[in-house]
């Protein structure tokens, strides 16, 4: 992670989410409408997914082109990269 | 939502999502390795996508039977679940 | 599925799709950039997820809900149902 | 895409992904069991995922990794592959 600003941001969202999550927890406690619950687990996810494209487009910024420019064989780099998209995309 | 004790455990995986997030929030306060922050990431949203899974079973075991039997014309119903199905793989 | 416009509505979706992997081969074959092949990979994805939530929503229409309406046990119907949902939004 | 090798197992997939669509097209044409039609399109979903995979980790092992070496600003490279990751991860 570069910066401590970016950092926070992130941390920010975070806390947004585990709020969210409190809230669904909240609804379901006490029996809201199936669909209005699913709707805020859905918003959840999507809020959830785009701190992990964040934390992604970090890492490729920063650590992947490090590796990229410190020597020639940065295949364990790349292959650790492809495998978190990979979770990502399969979550 | 059927029983006070499928509710409650559903209250129990949400709120251990919410310290999984948590968890994500420290690990990012103290700066750890992208990699394993995402992958954290992906564990919290398989295990959103788990409860989503378990809230839209119990809509279609419940709400949705009981408007079948209920009447005739149960578009509205229908369209609702499918618009709730279609977010969540959207998601 | 219910009526023959549906189906054949559905065929034809499916036929677009089959030309846009047909065209993802061509890309590949005369080395395309990776980054304009993925644009189509996940065009290709979106279109058939779309065909998915069609086939969903007609399930739910028709064969489920005339399920409920037939007898008193539809829960090896709706885990069926259930199921193919997972595996939709796992996939 | 390095070698013609690689474009060549890649050509192999997709004509496999194109069969299985030509085949989904079939049973729709016969009016066959949603839930049996559902099933092929997750599996055809996720052959297609898995090919959006390989194109990715490709591109970040050869383009991307050029891009870090070749000179000091890859931020536009970085963006791009982010947004590629973006598009992937929300079909």
Redesign the interface.
């Known amino acids: 992670?570069t910066t401590a600003t970016d950092?926070e941001a992130?941390?920010h969202r975070?806390?947004r989410?585990?709020g969210q999550?409190?809230g669904?927890?909240r609804m379901?406690?006490q029996?809201a409408y199936?669909?209005d619950?699913?709707?805020q687990?859905?918003?959840?996810?999507?809020a959830?997914?785009s701190?992990?494209?964040l934390?992604?487009?970090?890492?490729?910024?920063h650590?992947?082109?490090e590796a990229?420019?410190a020597g020639p064989d940065?295949?364990a780099e790349?292959?650790?990269?492809?495998q978190?998209?990979?979770?990502?995309?399969?979550?």
């Open positions: 992670m950092r992130l941390v975070l806390h989410i585990e999550v409190r669904i927890e379901v406690e029996d199936c669909i619950v699913l709707t687990v859905a918003a959840a996810s999507r959830l997914q701190v992990a494209l934390l992604l487009d970090d890492h490729l910024r650590c992947l082109t990229a420019r940065m295949d790349v292959t650790e990269a492809s978190a998209i990979a979770r990502l995309v399969r979550s």
